[in-house]
């Protein structure tokens, strides 16, 4: 039986195989563990999206459509071998399958016709959505073969699988009765399984006749964006009261450090620099505000120096700079006053930081 690898395991194991990644929102914390369990995990499974473009398929794939809510897979494989993270958990990706298949892949002996689909298998598989259309006509690119079978060969070497063969790894076809993916000109899961069992033979950072068609990933010291927003009104009655600012809506999240809907924006050890962008109305002109990032411990509250704002006619509009350095212990957020004669209306917010780790 296999545990599932935590989010960091899985980011080490991709990136040790040379994986290229992009981290998609809060991939980390995003899952359908709610409606049933992950794990134990035995294989890994590639599909197709039958879509196109890499920023469209990449959000279907985190947020999923009105029948079948996101993830729907665990990481998104562009055409130019970015592997797109974008779930953590259990995703909805496999479907019910074959149990025989599922017996045969966990004894990594050949794979027997897939002829029912009685077994759960978001339960037991990682998943990756490659973007193609799946029409037998679109064309994958060898630079996304090649993600595909260093992300397969990484979980393969994590997890200790492919020592008796390579059948952990999968195509949707070959574990649901009716599926096709992947499917078209340059993908074949039998070439992918070699490919797969080529680079277990050899050390992690082995490349065919010494070339590396997929640069190595960004290293956490390399800065990146968060990107956050409040999205909804926010009033604020009182004035010379500080109120954290709870922003509800990641657009990107590199390090994993905001739960949705949570305050604070990053943990310890990250670095950051870039403004708080407002919008706000009621602001009197002439009456000020002071934002400042507040680093907390539980209970106690490190203040750093707040930096101040003030009204003009017809709305306000604001950009805040922030740069500082998250004490280890800690986590930071942001927060905010007024000192109006009346209640302040936080239209919008936007805190948008280049993060990295040292």
């Known amino acids: 039986m296999a545990t599932p690898l935590s989010a960091d395991r899985l980011l080490a194991a991709l990136r040790a195989e040379g994986v290229r990644i992009e981290e998609h929102r809060s ?77 045969a892949v966990r004894a990594e002996r050949p794979l027997p016709p897939d002829n029912q689909a009685d077994t759960d298998g978001n339960r037991h598989f990682y998943g990756f959505e490659a973007i193609n259309l799946g029409n037998g006509r679109d064309p994958w690119p060898a630079a996304q073969v090649e993600a595909i079978v260093r992300a397969s060969a990484a979980l393969c070497r994590a997890h200790g699988w492919g020592k008796q063969g390579t059948t952990s790894v999968i195509g949707h076809s070959e574990w649901q009765p009716g599926k096709i993916d992947p499917r078209g000109p340059g993908i074949s899961m039998a070439d992918v399984r070699r490919r797969v069992a080529e680079r277990l033979a050899h050390p992690p950072s082995w490349s065919p006749g010494g070339s590396d068609p997929t640069p190595p990933s960004e ?85 750093l120096p707040p930096i101040e704002g003030v009204g003009t006619a017809g709305g306000t509009f604001p950009a805040v700079p922030l740069t500082g350095r998250v004490t280890a212990g800690r986590k930071a957020k942001v927060m905010l006053a007024h000192f109006n004669s009346g209640p302040l209306v936080i239209e919008r917010a936007e805190l948008k930081l280049h993060v990295w780790k040292d």
């Open 219 to 303: 290293e956490d010291d390399v800065p990146r964006l968060l990107a956050l927003g409040l999205t909804r009104p926010l009033t604020i009655e009182a004035p010379h009261v500080w109120v954290s600012l709870p922003f509800d809506t990641d657009w990107a999240d590199p390090l994993g450090e905001h739960p949705d809907g949570a305050q604070s924006f990053a943990a310890a050890g990250t670095n950051y620099t870039g403004a708080l962008y407002l919008r706000l109305s009621g602001l009197e002109p002439g009456r000020e505000i002071q934002v400042r990032v507040v680093e907390a411990e539980g209970e106690d509250l490190k203040k």
């Open 27 to 103: 991939w980390r914390t995003h899952s359908r563990n709610h409606v049933g369990s992950w794990g134990p995990v035995h294989g890994v499974m590639i599909h197709h999206t039958v879509t196109s473009g890499t920023d469209a398929s990449v959000d279907l794939c985190y947020r999923g459509h009105s029948t079948l809510p996101g993830p729907l897979c665990h990481g998104v494989i562009a055409k130019d071998g970015t592997v797109h993270l974008v779930g953590h958990g259990r995703a909805n990706h496999a479907g019910s399958g074959d149990r025989d298949v599922l017996a």
